[in-house]
């Protein structure tokens, strides 16, 4: 196992109020980090930190080692991170394919269709108009596809039945990069991947647990 992204000591503030009280946690290459935690936890704001969407007060950003606190967003994306947030994670005024089409300009979609197969018959539909699990779906396909060196993905499977939930885990857990989700619980997908499954838990801005998934209280 690699260390791929890190966040060390990081402070994020939100105007006077502070959201990471000096966090620290590392990412798995290639496996899958979840950051655990119920809303207002901290968990998306540190995502959205690895991601660049958010710039630390204090602290650093490394990916494998490189200092990566002032690298905006897109040089990130540019270098190969693909970040999916809980919301407007799709383009409402394009297709289907026209989405699936800016991750794949070659236009070929198998390995997302391998997937969800569900997307296929709704290629021509604008994707303002699919439902939430099916944006989901979208958001997800896209990243895929986009063969990305870290993937960023927050609550990925919300709307989502539990057989497409379970699929897609199924699958961020085979891939062989560094996965990073945030997660209101641990999904019982994860806890039986083969690869290395990492788990920071956050509660009021700080990491209260780091360690193996196999660690977790049930619970959880």
Request: hydrophobic share 40%.
């Amino acid at each position: 196992m690699t260390a791929e992204l890190e966040l060390r000591e990081v402070r994020v503030r939100y105007g006077p109020l502070e959201a990471l009280h000096g966090v620290s946690l590392t990412t798995a290459h290639p496996g899958v980090t979840v950051l655990l935690g119920r809303n207002g936890s901290g968990r998306t704001t540190a995502l959205r930190t690895l991601a660049g969407t958010l710039r630390p007060a204090e602290g650093r950003v490394l990916w494998r080692g490189r200092d990566i606190t002032r690298t905006p967003a897109h040089e990130r994306a540019a270098q190969g991170l693909r970040f999916v947030p809980d919301r407007q994670a799709v383009f409402g005024s394009l297709t289907l394919g026209q989405n699936l089409e800016l991750a794949a300009p070659e236009g070929d979609f198998s390995s997302a269709f391998a997937t969800y197969p569900e997307l296929e018959p709704l290629l021509r539909r604008r994707a303002a108009t699919l439902s939430g699990g099916e944006q989901r779906m979208l958001a997800v396909a896209g990243a895929l596809l986009a063969r990305p060196r870290v993937l960023l993905l927050d609550e990925p499977t919300q709307g989502m039945s539990p057989a497409v939930t379970a699929r897609t885990y199924e699958r961020l857990a085979g891939l062989d990069v560094c996965v990073v989700t945030a997660e209101q619980r641990l999904p019982p997908a994860l806890r039986t991947a083969t690869r290395t499954l990492l788990v920071h838990e956050l509660r009021r801005g700080a990491v209260v647990f780091s360690g193996e998934a196999a660690e977790l209280p049930a619970a959880h």
